[in-house]
Structures are given as C-alpha cells and as structure tokens.
T-cell receptor, first 113, second 114 residues
C-alpha cells in the first residue's frame, strides 16, 4: 500500500529565505506526483505536476524535483514571501491504487515578514 | 482560467439527515473524483467516476454514499444518513484524462454534522 510522508511537518522562516520541502513515497510505481497549496480552511491549489518520466518542473519561484527510484520529491521555494505561508501537500497517483491520489500529511509553512 | 466549483461552501446538518454536495467540474474533463479531509488529517480518496460509472472507491465509500452525474455538468455526492464522523471538508476534483493528467480541485464543502 502506498504511503506518502512529508518532512518537516512545520517550518517557520524569515522572509527572503530559500527553502526545501520534502516528500517521500513508498512505492515507485507512480504515474505522476503533484504539489498543492492549501490555505487554512480552503481548497487545494495545484502548483506543479511532475510526470513519472520527468526529473523536475519549474513555475516562477517554485521548482519541484522527482527521483522516482528512491521515492522522493522536493519542492524548492526561492526568495520566500509572507504570501507563501500555507500548507503544502504532495500527492502521488499510483498505478496500484486505481490512478487515484495518495496524499501526504503536508508541511505547514510560515514565512515571517 | 477554468475551475472546479463546489456548492455549498459550508453545510450544517443533523445526524441521520441526507445531504447532497454539488460540484461542477471543468467542462472538457472526463474523470471526476471526491476526496475528503477530516480536520487535522490527510486528504483521503473516496471515489472516482468515469463514463457514468464508478471506476474506483475506497473502503470509506460504503453504502451510505453515492455519486451521480445527473445532467452532464454537475457531479454530486450524496450521503444518505449522516453520522457525526462524516464531518469533514469534501473536495471534488476533475481531470481531462486518466492517471498522467493534472488534477484540479474545487474549494471544498465543509460539512458539519451535529
């Protein structure tokens, strides 16, 4: 059964820092991995999608990498801003799980002005 | 930008009552999903739907739950007799294709069962 973990569970940084969020998954038979942002009490906003054949994706200040064989992904946020404060979730779509998402527990990020 | 919309944003219901949560997926998408998130816990898969039938469902999705695409645009989740433990945020999602396409989620419906 696919398990997704994320570390750290929470992170507090001063504005302007570069930071890395980590995601691990136990079964490498994935279709893709998607990073989401969730503001408190709100929905899930898609940030980046990495297909299983890709190594990384970039969007603005965000860069996500994928090492499928080792079951890891990282989300790199450059020059963090207070508006980046949110919970960041990674989710994998797993061929063994009907192509549906298995989510990690999230990393709660606070960027202090 | 196209988006998945869900209504209502918040619903309070008495235990034992039926509720219907509504979703309008992105118009050219073919695959539809419901997920839920109990407060403080992970987002969990409930059910996927394609070609007017359920593709997959989790063990959470028991006989109290049903889904329907009644009119080609709406996608609904019905809970027949709500329990306290059904209180959660329910998210609808849609994708244009199967496993390798980007998923778009709605803003969620917060269901509170009292």
């Amino acid at each position: 059964k696919q398990e997704v973990t994320q570390i750290p569970a929470a992170l507090s940084v001063p504005e302007g820092e570069n930071l890395v969020l980590n995601c691990s998954f136990t079964d490498s038979a994935i279709y893709n991995l998607q990073w989401f942002r969730q503001d408190p009490g709100k929905g899930l906003t898609s940030l980046l999608l990495i297909q299983s054949s890709q190594r990384e994706q970039t969007s603005g200040r965000l860069n996500a990498s994928l090492d499928k064989s080792s079951g890891r992904s990282t989300l790199y946020i450059a020059a963090s801003q207070p508006g980046d404060s949110a919970t960041y979730l990674c989710a994998v779509r797993d061929d063994n799980y009907g192509q549906n998402f298995v989510f990690g527990p999230g990393t709660r990020l606070s960027v202090l002005p | 930008e196209p988006e998945v919309t869900q209504t209502p944003s918040h619903q309070v219901t008495q235990m034992g009552q039926e509720v219907i949560l509504r979703c309008v997926p992105i118009s050219n998408h073919l695959y539809f999903y419901w997920y839920r998130q109990i407060l403080g816990q992970k987002v969990e898969f409930l059910v996927s739907f394609y070609n007017n039938e359920i593709s997959e469902k989790s063990e959470i999705f028991d006989d109290q739950f049903s889904v329907e695409r009644p009119d080609g645009s709406n996608f609904t989740l019905k809970i027949r007799s709500t329990k306290l433990e059904d209180s959660a945020m329910y998210f609808c999602a849609s994708t244009r294709g199967p496993g390798n396409t980007e998923a778009f989620f709605g803003q969620g419906t917060r269901l509170t069962v009292v």
